[in-house]
């Protein structure tokens, strides 16, 4: 006999079970998006996303909700479920790619490893090799990262400020010509008067941005979004005070790290500490 479907007419799926909470709690309650808004000190338009499913909102907000409608820790455990929910992984980084077509500047922090608009084929095929994938899957996901490298090209490319610990510096590839080949392409793209490549010194010491790969995209209409990810997953953020927040602790990493010229000399030191191959 298969399963009995348990019938509770409402979402088995967490983000969506999440969304429909919101929504409920706030009619419930007799309160509009708006009201809700000025009731809570927040665009009352994250409230609408939120309970469409288009984004989760941070920690904060969600705790706010909980003590508005009297419900302690409830919709918090609903967030929490919503964020290990590894379908919504997926549709928040097609939703960032969209995103990131429309931007007119990117910024970007590496703690960990090179960004994917920098790294050289050899780079990207030690990196996804190392992260479990294998055969066709790696040359089919070097090139589709390698394709992705023309949003930088052609006269409507956004401009790109990155700002790479030493850590992600550090880590080099097993193969030492592969990895002089990254170094190079570093410098190069460095040299353009559109992208600029910053490096933060180990000696920098701690700041609000440790163990955080960002970027953020300023678009068109003015908005800025940002986007966190680690090696399992990602979390877009539209939120608009949790972004000015990321954008503060940015403003500071970058006030720490070297100057773009100083970055460069950095990076040529790095270059001459590669091995060559003496077979050749």
């Known amino acids: 006999m298969p399963p009995r479907r348990v019938i509770t007419g409402r979402s088995q799926q967490p983000r969506q079970r999440y969304a429909e909470e919101l929504r409920r709690m706030r009619t ?29 909102g941070s920690p ?27 379908s919504m992984f997926r549709e928040r980084f097609r939703r960032y790619m969209s995103l990131e077509a429309e931007a007119v500047s990117l910024w970007h922090f590496a703690v960990s490893t090179l960004p994917g608009l920098l790294q050289t084929p050899g780079y990207a095929r030690e990196l996804l090799t190392a992260g479990g994938f294998k055969g066709d899957q790696v040359t089919q996901q ?61 000696s920098a010491g701690l700041h609000g941005l440790d163990s955080t790969d960002l970027w953020f995209l300023r678009l068109s209409d003015a908005r800025t979004v ?42 040529l030191r790095m270059l001459e500490e590669v091995p060559c191959d003496r077979s050749t």
Do not use: C
């Not at 309650?29 to 309970?51: C, H, I, N, T, V």
């Open 28 to 56: 419930a309650r007799g309160a509009s998006l708006r009201q809700l808004g000025e009731r809570l000190g927040w665009d009352w338009s994250l409230f609408g996303k939120m309970e469409k499913g288009e984004t989760l």
């Open 60 to 86: 904060e907000v969600v705790q706010a909700l909980d003590t508005y409608y009297e419900t302690p820790g409830l919709l918090l455990a609903l967030w929490e479920l919503a964020v290990g929910d590894k």
């Open 142 to 202: 070097v090139e589709a990262r390698i394709s992705r490298q023309e949003l930088l090209e052609g006269d409507d490319a956004p401009a790109f400020r990155t700002i790479l610990s030493e850590a992600a510096l550090r880590t080099a590839l097993q193969d030492p010509d592969e990895w002089r080949h990254q170094l190079e392409r570093l410098v190069s793209m460095g040299e353009r008067a559109d992208l600029t490549v910053q490096v933060l010194l180990d």
């Open 226 to 267: 940002a986007y966190v990810e680690n090696a399992h997953g990602g979390e877009l953020i539209e939120e608009a005070v949790s972004v000015e927040r990321l954008q503060r602790a940015y403003d500071v990493v970058r006030d720490m790290a070297l100057s773009p010229a100083e970055s460069r000399k950095f990076i």
